[in-house]
């Protein structure tokens, strides 16, 4: 029943920006974490962003500290992730994931705290 749905995925020239969403649905409860992961053409799948619920603490890979930002709705179900200043390597196929109901603590920055994924939406920056 669980379904998470991202949008806002295209192509743009590095130092654009682009606005990724994800639309949850079928949690009974927000879940404890709600993030962002990326896997780039011969690369492994990394987190790029994660947020907790309630307090909304975040953690954000190096590679896009001061540049992204994540942030989340949890009246409307949804999480977001604001892109800033990309880069070439920032191309990949982006996917919203979040947590299963045994996950209440942690800060959301690991692939074993996440269940729950998305179909996924391609990020393309180039010249």
């Known amino acids: 029943q669980v379904q998470l749905v991202e949008s806002g995925g295209g192509s743009v020239q590095p130092g654009g920006s682009l606005r990724l969403s994800c639309a949850a649905s079928g949690f009974t409860d927000s879940p404890y974490c709600m993030g962002w992961f990326r896997q780039a053409a011969g690369k492994q799948r990394e987190v790029v962003a994660g947020i907790v619920s309630g307090a909304g603490s975040t953690y954000y890979h190096d590679s896009v500290k001061g540049r992204f930002t994540i942030s989340r709705d949890n009246a409307q179900n949804t999480l977001y992730l604001q892109m800033n200043s990309l880069k070439p390597e920032d191309t990949a196929m982006y996917y919203c994931?979040?947590?299963?109901?045994?996950?209440?603590?942690?800060?959301?920055?690991?692939?074993?705290?996440?269940?729950?994924w998305g179909q996924g939406t391609q990020v393309t920056v180039s010249s």
């Open positions: 994931a979040a947590s299963p109901d045994h996950i209440w603590t942690g800060t959301c920055s690991r692939g074993y705290e996440y269940d729950y």
